[in-house]
Each structure stands twice: as structure tokens, then as C-alpha cells.
């Protein structure tokens, strides 16, 4: 079974300072996913990975980056964080024999 | 622009009062729709792809249907355990992305 591990689970951090999330899948399964969940607008893709240092933008990249620099890990960053950036923050893969997305628990990040 | 509307926001039921929840989507090319489960706390948990007009899926006590226009989810006599937001996703021919819906809050009185 694909397993996922997202660190931090919960972060406090104040406006300006950068953040790094980490998502770690203990497969090698090619396509990793940033989500964030707001109330509302459900979830909405940030980035996307199809490969080591293959990445992709989304629906909502604006103040994000990201960097993928091996198969299993996929960090996302955000460079100098704002309170509209308070969100729950899920990280999904998705392989070459399961064609849906599995999550991971997620990162609930507060930016005050 | 790809497009999910899910409806009803929130749905109360009693134990055992069948009812259906409604994915309405626009997409240019549908690869496949999708239905999560999503407990509170806990990433979403994959339920069920339909990838055809006319396809359906089984699980227990759940049912997912699709036609060109939307997808049900129809839950026959719930239990309480069936309490969970249950969101729904589309992915076209176009990209690697999923376009979900807000959800559905279902909540099973006992």
C-alpha cells in the first residue's frame, strides 16, 4: 500500500516569514499533488509533480513554489507567508496502477 | 474551465432514510469522475471512478451513478458511520489536474 507522511501536521507562523511543508511517499509512484482546503472552495491544486524536478503549476500557485529532488519527496514552500495562506495543506500521489488520488493527513497551517 | 457543483452543502438524515447526493460538472473531455469520502481531521479517502455515461459503482451501502451532466450518490438506509463530507472530482483529457466540488456535509442521526 502507498503510504504518505506530511511534516509538520500543524504550524504557527506570522506574516512575512517562510514556511516549508514536506510530503514523503514510501513508494516511487511518479505524480505527487499540493492541495490546499479552504471552507468553501474545497480543495484546489497548488503544484503538481510528474517526475524528479518536472513540476507544474495549478489553480492557485501565486506566492508558492516548489521543488521535487528526489521521487519520494515533494516539499512546498512558501517564501514569505500571509494570512490568506492559513489553509489545511494535503499532499497526494497518484501512480501508474491506481488512477484516483491518495492523500496524505495533512498540514494544518495557521499564519498570523 | 473545468466545473464542479455539488449540492446539497449539508444533508441531516435519520438511521436508515435513504437519500442521494448530486455532482453536477462541465469538463471539455471527461477522463474519469470521482468520489471521495473526507472524515474530519483526515485527507480525503478514494470511494469510487466512473468513466462512462450510464457507468455505476457499488460499495456497501453506497451507489455512484453518471450521465454526461452529473453523478449521484445515492445511500441506501445509512448508518451513523456513514457521517463524513463527501466530495466529488472531475479529471479531463486536458491535464494531470482533479477539479473538486466543495462537498457534501452528511451527517446520520441514530
Known amino acids: 500500500d502507498a503510504g504518505i507522511t506530511q511534516s509538520p501536521r500543524h504550524k504557527v507562523t506570522e506574516t512575512g516569514t517562510p514556511v516549508t511543508l514536506r510530503c514523503h511517499q514510501t513508494?516511487?509512484?511518479?505524480?505527487m499533488y499540493w492541495y490546499r482546503q479552504d471552507p468553501g472552495h474545497g480543495l484546489r491544486l497548488i503544484h503538481y509533480?510528474?517526475?524528479?524536478?518536472?513540476?507544474d503549476k495549478g489553480e492557485v500557485s501565486d506566492g508558492y513554489s516548489v521543488s521535487r529532488s528526489k521521487t519520494e519527496d515533494f516539499l512546498l514552500t512558501l517564501e514569505s507567508a500571509t494570512s490568506s495562506q492559513t489553509s489545511v495543506y494535503f499532499c497526494?500521489?497518484?501512480?501508474?496502477?491506481?488512477?484516483?488520488?491518495?492523500f496524505g493527513p495533512g498540514t494544518r497551517l495557521t499564519v498570523l | 474551465e473545468d466545473q464542479v457543483t455539488q449540492s446539497p452543502e449539508a444533508l441531516r438524515l435519520q438511521e436508515g432514510e435513504s437519500s442521494s447526493l448530486n455532482c453536477s460538472y462541465t469538463?471539455?473531455?471527461?477522463?474519469?469522475l470521482f468520489w471521495y469520502r473526507q472524515d474530519p481531521g483526515k485527507g480525503p479517502e478514494f470511494l469510487f471512478t466512473?468513466?462512462?455515461a450510464g457507468e455505476e459503482k457499488e460499495k456497501e451501502r453506497l451507489k455512484a451513478t453518471l450521465t454526461k451532466k452529473e453523478s449521484f450518490l445515492h445511500i441506501t438506509a445509512p448508518k451513523p458511520e456513514d457521517s463524513a463530507t463527501y466530495l466529488c472530482?472531475?479529471?479531463?483529457?486536458?491535464?494531470?489536474?482533479?477539479?473538486f466540488g466543495a462537498g457534501t456535509r452528511l451527517t446520520v442521526k441514530p
Open positions: 497526494a500521489i497518484k501512480g501508474d496502477n491506481f488512477p484516483y488520488l491518495f
Open positions: 513508494e516511487n509512484h511518479r505524480y
Open positions: 509533480s510528474y517526475g524528479v524536478k518536472d513540476t
Open positions: 469538463v471539455s473531455g471527461l477522463r474519469g
Open positions: 466512473l468513466y462512462s
Open positions: 472530482a472531475v479529471q479531463s483529457y486536458n491535464n494531470n489536474d482533479m477539479r
